[in-house]
């Protein structure tokens, strides 16, 4: 079926530095998430990207976290600069139209270690 | 305010056996659907199932279907004739009508002997 692929699987960065995590979407699809899963825990969600747009975020997205994807190239998430806190699974998600209308696909998840 | 609960954090079962995962929700919302996802133990996250608010009718898929009880604001996912590979992490979650996030549970981690 339809990948959503995550580049690097994992990411090891020292706190304070810049990080900028990949995410190749599924290839139609227009409706672009992010998700932080801390070990153990229920994913929750950072932000919805639409037509260039952020349309919901939630309170982990903080200022420091942006994201963008510039000319139909990879989705980003980039955390400038890194908390401990930070350290988490983050998951990409895709979808053709919003979710409340069907079903997301999800990466594999990129793991970010800051220390 | 919108909230899923899963209290079972753990369940297991055996092969060939029926297994029932339980989800509870909160949301004022009329219009909502909740999803039912599996956890592999790579991290992947994959699509099992869903269910409209706006529908009666208990939705199946394959080997998985879900008892949907509205008024209690409860849904559960039961797996008919379980295997090994059944296990994983399910999630429970929740979408409003209009929104942009799904809300998720807790999990519950899920054994399946052989």
């Known amino acids: 079926g339809p990948k959503v692929l995550q580049i690097p699987s994992h990411q090891i960065i020292d706190m304070g530095q810049m990080v900028t995590l990949n995410c190749d979407p599924v290839s139609n699809h227009l409706y672009f998430y992010w998700y932080k899963q801390i070990l153990g825990q229920q994913m929750e969600f950072l932000v919805n990207?639409?037509?260039?747009?952020?349309?919901?975020k939630s309170k982990l997205f903080k200022d420091q976290f942006s994201v963008e994807r510039p000319d139909g190239s990879y989705f980003t998430l980039k955390i400038q600069p890194t908390a401990l806190e930070d350290s988490a699974v983050y998951f990409c998600?895709?979808?053709?139209?919003?979710?409340?209308?069907?079903?997301?696909?999800f990466g594999h998840g990129t793991k970010l270690s800051v220390l | 305010a919108q909230r899923v609960t899963q209290v079972q954090p753990t369940g297991s079962s055996q092969w060939g056996e029926e297994v029932t995962l339980d989800c509870s929700y909160e949301t004022s919302e009329y219009f909502y659907r909740i999803f039912w996802y599996r956890q592999l133990f790579s991290g992947e996250m994959v699509f099992l199932i869903y269910?409209?608010?706006?529908?009666?009718q208990n939705q199946r898929s394959g080997r998985y279907s879900v008892v949907f009880q509205k008024s209690f604001k409860s849904i559960s996912l039961v797996i008919s004739a379980s295997q090994p590979e059944d296990s994983g992490t399910y999630f429970c979650?929740?979408?409003?009508?209009?929104?942009?996030?799904?809300?998720f549970g807790t999990g519950t981690s899920l054994l399946v002997d052989p």
């Open positions: 979650a929740l979408s409003e009508l209009g929104g942009y996030k799904l809300t």
């Open positions: 990207f639409y037509n260039g747009k952020v349309m919901e």
């Open positions: 269910q409209p608010s706006f529908d009666t």
């Open positions: 998600a895709s979808s053709l139209q919003g979710i409340s209308n069907e079903r997301l696909f």
